[in-house]
């Protein structure tokens, strides 16, 4: 779970992962990306192999082409850990605004 918090706690990895997310099970390509996100290909490269260590994102090569698809399973999992560790342990409370915890 740490290096998961870690890996989105950079600014760009977070778009980045985001980005595989609204694309769903079919993935983005790495130029795809790079178009998106208006990012050199050598920095691209670099948080996207952060976010797999992470188990955050998985590769696949398709013919000439790597594909990068979020792990939705992994991002499932990390918002099962917060959600059962929000609030050092203490019920989250449904009507207090904005924030739900009462942390």
């Known amino acids: 779970m740490i290096r998961a918090l870690a890996a989105l706690a950079h600014p760009l990895r977070l778009q980045v992962f985001r980005a595989l997310v609204v694309a769903g099970p079919a993935g983005l390509t790495p130029g795809v990306l790079q178009e998106t996100l208006h990012v050199p290909g050598a920095t691209l490269s670099f948080h996207l192999k952060e ?27 990390l918002l099962g850990y917060l959600t059962d560790n929000c609030c050092a342990g203490e019920p989250c ?8 915890c009462r942390c």
């Open 93 to 100: 409370a449904v009507d207090a605004g904005p924030s739900t």
């Open 51 to 77: 976010l797999a260590n992470a188990g955050l994102v998985s590769q696949e090569r398709a013919g000439r082409h790597l594909i990068y698809r979020a792990g939705y399973d992994a991002m499932n999992a």
